[in-house]
C-alpha cells in the first residue's frame, strides 16, 4: 500500500470538500481535477485503481471512443495498451497528489448540509460526494438450467489458459467480443448473440467480430439463448429451432445488474421500477440527493473518455465554474439554423418527447447528436407509404398525419412518434406521412440508436412494443375500431415469439387467443379428408390469425393449424381479455362478427388438393414467404436453355446472379439461387459501410460503397451474394473481343441480383426467356402459383 | 391453361398471322393478271417482298435473343412471332410465286425454307410436350444422382459374386448389362431391357440353395440398376431432342439465305 490514508484515529474526524468513490475512470479524473485545484478530497478505492482496465486482458488495446468526442481531464487517455494507460493513471495521480484511499465505502449518509462516509475502517464527512463505483461488482447470470456446474464464468481475465476447447460466449457487448476473439486463437468458439447485430458493440469490435465470424474463426448463432447446459455440451435456441453445441466451457459476458440497492440507500431515487433503469441525474450529473453525484456507467455511461469528461465537468461544477459538457460543440450543431437556436430548443425534446423520459442527461444527449431535427411546414412529406427508409421520428412540436388507406388519416401531436415500422429491419414504410401544423418540429433518430436505447431503456422498450401492438391492431385488424378499445386491447396483448416452424396451434385445439402478426408470415394448414396435414395458404404480417375461435363466445376449435413459416414475432390477443371487451363495445362486436362470418365462407368455399398443398409447402421452405421480388421457373415450361443465366451474367459484368440448377425444385416450381429481395432482409443485418440498401422502390441493392467484408454473404440464408473481383471492363475493345485484354482483378465487392435497375425494361432474366418459364412474384402470388384459391 | 410461347397473348400473332394471309389470299383470288398469278406480277412482287422481311424479322430473332439489354418486347414474344409468322410462309410464298415450281434455285429456295420451318415446328413440338418432364426441374433425381446410384447398384450387385459358383456369375453376366451412354444408346431405347424374368427363372434353377438367396437379391439389385439406366437415358433423349433440333434448324435457315439472296439476285438482275 503506498497511500498512508490507513489510520484510524486519523480519519474519524476527517473533513473533506469533496469524496470521490471508485477510482476509476470517472472518479480519477474528477480527484485529478480536485488535487489540480487544490480541493481538499478523497478517493476511495476497494480494489485496484481503473479496476475495469486492471481486469482487462494482459496487452489488450484499450479503445478512445467515441472518436469525435474530445477528452477534458487533468489526467492522461488516449487509446493504448491496458499496461500504459494503468501506468499513466499511476503516474497523474502522483503527480498531482491525490488523496488516494484503499478502503470500501459501506455506507453514504446526508446529514444536514455535509454527507457521512462510512468506510471499511472509519468515517468521514465531506460536502459533495461523487459516487463512480461502475457496473462491475455484479455480473448479470444466464439462468438457465445447469448453470450451477462449474463450467460458467462470468470474467475471463487470462484466455491463454484455455487451448483446444469447446467454448461458447454469451452476449453481444464489447466484454463477448473481446473474449470470443481472444479465445478462438486456441480454441473452438460460438458466440450466442440473443440479437441479430452488435448494436451495443464499438465500432471497431463489432467489425473484427463480423470479420471473425465470416472468416468462420467463430460460430455465431443470431436471435439466440441459451436453453440448458450439460456437462459436455449446451443446448441452444436459435431461430431455427433448438442445436446443440458440444461445449468445456461457457463464457457469459451478459453485463452487470446495477448495485440498485446500495444506491437507493443513500437516497438517490430512480425513474421507474425497471431492473435497466439508470438514477435520475441532472445535466450536472447531481442525483436526487442534492450534492451527491452520480457518474460514469453508473448512469449508463460505459465509455471511458465519457467518464472522464463527467469527472472532470463535476468538479468544474463544483468549483462553481461554469462548464458545459464536452460534447457541447457536436450537440450544438444539431439545432443550427432553427428559430430560437439551441437555447430554445433543447430544453424543448426533453419536456415535449415522453418516450425518452428515462433517458438519463448523458444518454439523451447522445440520441440528439446523432439524430437530425427537421422543421416542416404543412403539406411537407415526411416519409411515403412503400418507401425503404429505415429512421425513427418524434413530434417535438406541432402535428402530423399518417394516411392509413382508404382516405383516412390519424393525426399525431406533440409527444407522439411514428416511423416505428422501420426498427424492424427493412420492412417498407406502411403509411404516408404529412406535416399537418405550421411549425412543426420533427426529430429523427437513426435506427441503431433507438436499437440501443430500446436494449438499454425498459420504458422506451416498452412504449414501442405497446406502439407496434396499437398501430398493428389498428391498422391491420380492426381500423374502424375506437381507439379506447385498441388501447385496452394492448394493455392486455402479450408479445410471442416462435422460431421457423414453430406450431403456434394445432387444428381442433381449443382457441384461447389471437394472434397479429408483427414480423414474419404465418402457414396455415388442415388435415384433408385423407388425414394429411396440407398447406392452405400463408398470412404475411400485418394480418391476423386464430380470430374465429375467440370472437365467439362458446369454446371452439380451431379450424386449422397454424405454424411459423419464418422466424416470427406476434402479438396474442387472450380470448377472455377479447370477450370482455367486445361486450364493453358492441359496434365493434358487430363489425368484428362479420369480418369473421366472411372468412368462414371462404373457408367454407376453399378447395382442397394435396398437390397444390405440398408445392405451397415447399414454397415456404424455400423461405419465399419473406420474398417481396422473386425469380421462380416454371418447370412444366422450362427447357434448361439457361439464356436466363445468360442475360443476367451479359447484363451484370460478366458474372450472373442467378444460379438455375443449383436452386431446389418441386413440382412444376423452380427456386433458382438468387435474390428474393426479402421483406425481412438477413443480408442487411450487419453491413459496415451501409452499402447494402433498399431502393425507395423495393430492391435490395449493394452501393459501390461496399467493402467486400462478406458479412451479407454469410448472413444471407439463401446463398445469393457472391463476392467478385473483377474491375469493370472499359467496353469493347478489339483486345477484349480476341480475349487478350488483361483482365485486372478489382477489390472485393458483394454482388447479387439488383433487379436490373438499370435497364428501361427490369429484369433481363424474365425478358430473356422464350418459353415465358421465368416469371418473378411476390409472396402474396404464392397461393395462385400453387394453384390454391385465395383465402 | 396456363399460356406458353404458342398461346402467347391469347395467340396474338396466329390471328395476326391469319387475318394477314386471309388478307393476301382474298387479294389473290380477285387478282387475274395477263398471264396468271407468278411473282413477276405487281401483287406477285408484293407478296415476295413480304414474305423476304418475314424471312428477315425471323432471322432478328436470333439477335433479339442475344440483345440481353434490349427492351424491345420480351424473347418469349418474339419467339411466338417468330412460330407463327414462319408457318405462315408457308402459304404466302406460293401465293407470291402463283404456285409454280420448278428444278430451279427459286423452288430450292422454298424447299430449304419449308425445310426450316418443318425442323423449326419439330422443335416447337418438342418445347411443349418435353419440357416438363425433366425430372431435376421437378425435385427428382438429377443426372449426377442418377449415375451415382447407377454405379452403387453395379457394386452391390458384384459383391455378391465373391465365392460364388459358376453359375452364379453366369445369372450376374447375362444381366449386368454395360452403361452405354452413346448418342445411339440414347435414341435407340432397348439397349438396357429389364431383367428378362423367364430366363433369369431358368438360371435360377441350377444355382444351388445356399446361393438362392444371394442370386435373388442380385437380380432384384440389376434390374433396379437396368431400371434407372432407362430413366437416365429418356431424360438424356430428352434434353437431346430439346437441342438436337436447332441443329438442323440453323443449317437450314443459313442455306434459305444463301438460297433467298440467289433467287432476288436472279430475279431483279436476270430476268
Redesign the interface.
Known amino acids: 500500500m503506498e497511500n498512508s490514508g490507513w489510520g484510524l484515529a486519523g480519519c474519524m474526524s476527517e473533513h473533506f470538500e469533496i469524496a470521490i468513490i471508485g477510482a476509476g475512470p470517472a472518479g480519477l479524473a474528477a480527484a485529478a481535477s480536485a488535487a489540480h485545484h487544490g480541493l481538499p478530497h478523497v478517493l476511495f478505492e476497494k480494489g485496484e485503481i481503473a479496476n475495469t482496465i486492471y481486469d482487462y486482458q494482459l496487452r489488450k488495446h484499450v479503445m478512445a471512443e467515441p472518436g469525435r468526442l474530445p477528452l477534458r481531464a487533468h489526467c492522461r487517455f488516449e487509446a493504448g495498451s491496458r499496461e500504459k494507460i494503468l501506468q499513466e493513471y499511476q503516474e497523474d495521480l502522483g503527480r498531482l497528489k491525490a488523496n488516494l484511499r484503499r478502503a470500501e465505502v459501506l455506507r453514504i449518509e446526508k446529514k444536514g448540509e455535509t454527507f457521512e462516509v462510512g468506510y471499511q475502517g472509519g468515517t468521514c464527512t465531506a460536502k459533495h460526494v461523487i459516487l463512480a463505483i461502475g457496473v462491475q461488482g455484479a455480473p448479470r447470470k444466464l439462468g438457465v438450467p445447469g448453470e450451477e456446474q462449474g463450467n460458467v464464468a462470468y470474467t475471463l481475465s487470462d484466455p491463454g489458459a484455455f487451448s483446444g476447447k469447446h467454448i461458447i460466449v454469451v452476449g453481444a457487448g464489447d466484454a463477448a467480443i473481446e473474449n470470443a476473439l481472444a479465445l478462438a486463437e486456441k480454441n473452438t468458439v460460438s458466440l450466442v448473440n440473443r440479437g441479430t447485430e452488435f448494436a451495443r458493440a464499438k465500432d471497431a469490435n463489432s467489425k473484427l467480430i463480423l470479420g471473425a465470424i465470416e472468416g468462420g474463426k467463430i460460430r455465431c448463432f443470431y436471435g439466440a439463448t441459451v436453453a440448458r447446459i450439460e456437462p459436455q455440451s449446451a443446448h441452444i435456441n436459435t431461430p431455427d429451432g433448438e442445436v446443440t453445441v458440444p461445449c468445456d466451457h461457457i463464457i457469459a459476458r451478459l453485463g452487470c445488474v446495477l448495485p440498485r440497492k446500495f444506491l437507493e440507500t443513500a437516497g438517490i431515487t430512480f425513474p421507474s421500477p425497471d431492473p435497466n433503469a439508470v438514477p435520475s441525474v441532472s445535466h450536472r450529473y447531481e442525483s436526487s440527493v442534492p450534492g451527491l453525484y452520480v457518474l460514469g456507467a453508473l448512469i449508463g455511461y460505459p465509455l471511458i473518455k465519457q467518464a472522464m469528461n463527467q469527472g472532470y465537468e463535476v468538479i468544474e461544477h463544483i468549483r462553481g465554474e461554469p462548464v458545459q459538457p464536452a460534447d457541447q460543440p457536436l450537440l450544438e450543431e444539431r439545432f443550427v439554423g432553427l428559430p430560437g437556436g439551441f437555447a430554445e430548443n433543447f430544453p424543448k425534446i426533453s419536456a415535449n418527447l415522453p418516450l425518452f423520459k428515462d433517458l438519463s442527461a448523458p444518454q439523451l444527449r447522445e440520441m440528439l447528436i446523432d439524430s437530425t431535427l427537421h422543421l416542416k411546414e404543412p403539406g411537407a412529406v415526411v416519409f411515403e407509404r412503400n418507401d425503404y427508409t429505415d429512421t425513427f421520428f418524434s413530434v417535438v412540436s406541432g402535428a402530423v398525419e399518417i394516411e392509413i388507406g382508404l382516405g383516412r388519416t390519424i393525426k399525431l401531436g406533440q409527444g407522439q412518434f411514428f416511423g416505428e415500422m422501420g426498427l424492424l429491419s427493412g420492412r417498407r414504410r406502411v403509411a404516408t406521412v404529412r406535416v399537418a401544423a405550421p411549425g412543426t418540429l420533427l426529430l429523427e433518430t437513426p435506427r441503431k440508436q433507438v436499437l440501443k436505447l430500446i436494449a438499454s431503456v425498459g420504458s422506451v422498450k416498452r412504449a414501442l412494443d405497446e406502439l407496434f401492438m396499437f398501430r398493428a391492431l389498428q391498422t391491420a385488424v380492426f381500423p374502424d375500431t375506437p381507439e379506447p378499445f385498441l388501447q385496452a386491447l394492448v394493455k392486455r396483448a402479450e408479445m410471442k415469439s416462435f422460431k421457423k416452424g414453430e406450431v403456434i396451434f394445432r387444428e381442433g385445439d381449443l382457441g384461447d387467443a389471437a394472434y397479429v402478426i408483427r414480423k414474419g408470415s404465418v402457414k396455415v394448414s388442415r388435415l384433408a379428408p385423407s388425414g394429411k396435414d396440407i398447406a392452405r395458404t400463408y398470412v404475411p404480417a400485418g394480418s391476423y390469425i386464430g380470430e374465429m375461435a375467440v370472437v365467439s363466445e362458446e369454446p371452439t376449435p380451431r379450424s386449422a393449424t397454424c405454424t411459423a413459416a419464418v422466424a416470427c414475432d406476434l402479438i396474442a390477443l387472450k380470448k377472455d381479455d377479447v370477450i370482455q371487451l367486445l361486450r364493453e363495445f358492441p359496434d365493434t362486436r358487430a363489425s368484428i362478427h362479420r369480418e369473421v362470418d366472411r372468412r368462414r365462407v371462404q373457408n367454407a368455399m376453399a378447395d382442397w388438393s394435396e398437390e397444390a398443398g405440398s408445392l405451397l409447402d415447399f414454397m415456404m421452405q424455400q423461405g419465399l414467404s419473406d420474398a417481396e421480388n422473386v425469380l421462380l421457373i416454371n418447370s412444366d415450361l422450362c427447357v434448361s436453355c439457361d439464356n436466363c443465366e445468360a442475360a443476367c451474367a451479359a447484363t451484370h459484368n460478366g458474372y450472373s446472379r442467378l444460379d438455375r440448377k443449383g436452386g431446389k425444385s418441386f413440382a412444376s416450381i423452380q427456386v433458382p439461387i438468387s435474390c428474393r429481395h426479402c421483406e425481412n432482409p438477413l443480408c442487411m443485418t450487419d453491413c459496415p459501410p451501409d452499402a447494402l440498401t433498399r431502393t425507395p422502390s423495393g430492391e435490395v441493392i449493394i452501393r459501390d460503397s461496399c467493402i467486400g467484408c462478406g458479412n451479407c454473404v454469410t448472413n444471407c440464408p439463401y446463398g445469393v451474394i457472391k463476392i467478385v473481383y473483377d474491375k469493370a471492363s472499359d467496353g469493347f475493345s478489339l483486345r477484349a473481343l480476341l480475349g487478350l485484354a488483361k483482365k485486372e482483378k478489382g477489390p472485393a465487392k458483394a454482388a447479387k441480383c439488383d433487379m436490373c435497375a438499370s435497364l428501361p425494361g427490369g429484369p433481363a432474366c424474365v425478358r430473356a426467356c422464350p418459353t415465358g418459364a421465368a416469371m418473378r412474384v411476390h409472396s402474396s402470388k404464392l397461393v395462385e402459383i400453387a394453384g390454391l384459391k385465395r383465402i | 391453361m396456363?399460356?406458353?410461347?404458342i398461346s402467347?397473348k391469347r395467340f396474338r400473332w396466329l390471328w395476326i398471322t391469319a387475318v394477314g394471309l386471309l388478307v393476301c389470299t382474298t387479294m389473290y383470288a380477285l387478282n387475274s393478271p395477263v398471264g396468271g398469278n407468278n411473282g413477276g406480277t405487281a401483287l406477285g412482287y408484293a407478296f415476295g417482298t413480304i414474305a423476304a422481311l418475314g424471312i428477315g424479322l425471323l432471322m432478328a430473332y436470333a439477335a433479339r435473343?442475344?440483345a440481353?439489354?434490349?427492351?424491345l418486347g420480351?424473347?418469349?414474344g418474339?419467339?411466338a412471332a417468330h412460330v407463327w409468322i414462319g408457318i405462315g410462309l408457308i402459304l404466302l410464298v406460293p401465293l407470291h410465286s402463283g404456285f409454280s415450281f420448278g428444278l430451279d434455285v427459286h423452288t430450292t429456295a422454298y424447299v430449304l425454307m419449308v425445310g426450316t420451318i418443318a425442323t423449326g415446328i419439330w422443335g416447337a413440338v418438342n418445347?411443349s410436350r418435353?419440357?416438363?418432364k425433366?425430372t431435376?426441374?421437378?425435385?427428382g433425381a438429377t443426372d449426377a444422382t442418377m449415375l451415382e446410384r447407377i454405379g452403387e447398384l453395379g457394386k452391390q450387385a458384384e459383391a455378391l459374386c465373391a465365392g460364388k459358383s459358376e453359375a452364379f456369375l453366369q445369372v450376374y453376366n447375362a444381366f449386368d448389362v454395360p452403361l452405354d451412354l452413346s448418342l445411339w444408346s440414347i435414341i435407340v431405347k432397348e439397349r438396357h431391357p429389364s431383367v428378362n424374368q423367364k430366363a433369369a427363372a431358368v438360371m435360377l434353377s441350377v444355382i444351388s440353395d445356399a446361393e438362392q438367396r444371394d442370386a435373388i437379391a442380385m437380380i432384384g439389385l440389376l434390374d433396379q440398376r437396368l431400371d434407372l439406366i432407362r430413366s437416365l437415358l429418356e431424360q438424356a433423349r430428352i434434353?437431346a431432342l430439346?437441342k438436337l433440333w436447332l441443329y438442323t434448324h440453323i443449317p437450314l435457315s443459313c442455306a434459305l439465305c444463301v438460297a433467298l439472296a440467289i433467287h432476288i439476285v436472279v430475279v431483279l438482275f436476270y430476268r
Open positions: 396456363q399460356e406458353t410461347f402467347y435473343k442475344r440481353y439489354r434490349s427492351s420480351t424473347v418469349e418474339w419467339l418445347y418435353l419440357s416438363g425433366i431435376a426441374h421437378r425435385g434434353k430439346l
